[in-house]
């Protein structure tokens, strides 16, 4: 029985194949909805284009359907999805929230010492061309609750600062896209990797301002390569190996706490979820 109460996704930069962290995200978010008999929905997160290899995205599908992970119903591609992102920013602007900037990147590293843009161009350009539009981070705290790290908060202005929606080269800022798209596919549960839970508080701000519903939030335990670094394609991460996709999941199984033993791709699928169901619930559903 499909539940409509959850909806799950993986929404992956496809900036090179999926490597093994990227795996265990996917395959976290995949079992979660399961879990729960909601819907998983994967969403493609091209809207950085100069980073995504032609072909990249259609290589990463094919490495999930290798795994059994399949999505429920037909993936989105946020390079074709800019009208809802400029409708959101201009929300923004007409409320006040998001205001136009004048700085050069050199200006804000100069000013900013490189942490926290100090708000130079909240009260206006004063005679400079606009370059980007950022987010007023000035504001109540944002307080939030973790599945697995437990309640988190952070002030905004002091710890990210006022933050970019749309860059001066006119690329979509991921907090925004990313905000507009979980609620445009009703996204109840966000599960990723832990890497991203410092994104949060800025996406909770984007939810709140733009009237949108807050999802549920759960960071997994980041794979780290064995110098300790995350992985990723820029710290050269290898693509992740297909050749046993079973032995794929039951690593990727592992880097989340799971022990799975069985021998077919199905048959480790059917363990891990109620192995996930006993570690993050629901209750009902044990
Ligand atoms: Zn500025």
């Keep these: 029985m499909t539940s409509n ?3 799950g996704r993986f929404a992956p930069s496809p900036t090179g194949p999926l490597h093994a962290g990227s795996l ?3 395959f976290g978010s995949w079992l979660d909805a399961r879990a ?6 994967i969403r493609i997160e091209d809207v950085d284009a100069p980073r995504c290899p032609p072909g990249a995205d259609h290589f990463m599908l094919g490495q999930l359907a290798r795994c059994g992970l399949l999505p429920d119903a037909t993936p ?4 074709q999805r800019s009208d809802l992102y400029a409708d959101a920013l201009a929300d923004l602007q007409r409320t006040g929230w998001a205001f136009g900037c004048g700085c050069s990147r050199k200006e804000v590293a100069a000013l900013s010492k490189g942490l926290v843009y100090p708000g130079t161009c909240r009260n206006g350009l004063h005679g400079r061309p606009l370059r980007a539009w950022r987010l007023r981070s000035d504001g109540p705290r944002v307080d939030w609750h973790d599945r697995r790290l437990g309640p988190q908060s952070q002030q905004l ?3 990210v600062g006022d933050f970019v929606l749309q860059r001066a080269d006119g690329l979509w800022a991921y907090q925004l896209a990313v905000v507009v798209d979980d609620a445009a596919q009703r996204v109840t549960d966000i599960v990723r990797g832990a890497d991203l839970a410092d994104n949060t508080p800025r996406q909770i701000r984007l939810q709140q301002l733009l009237g949108l519903p807050l999802p549920r939030y759960l960071h997994l ?4 390569a064995s110098d300790g670094e995350k992985l990723s394609k820029q710290n050269g991460a ?4 297909l050749s046993d996709p079973t032995n794929a999941l039951r690593e990727a199984g592992r880097a989340l706490g799971l022990c799975l033993q069985a021998a077919t791709l199905a048959d480790l699928q059917a363990e891990a979820i109620s192995a996930w169901r006993a570690l993050y619930g629901p209750p009902e559903l044990v």
Excluded: E
């Design 5 to 7: 109460a959850y909806i």
């Design 24 to 26: 265990v995200a996917a």
């Design 36 to 41: 729960h008999a909601g819907q998983w929905l």
């Design 76 to 79: 989105l591609w946020q390079s």
């Design 157 to 159: 202005d002091t710890a």
């Design 221 to 224: 335990p980041l794979v780290l």
């Design 238 to 241: 290898q693509a992740v190996d």
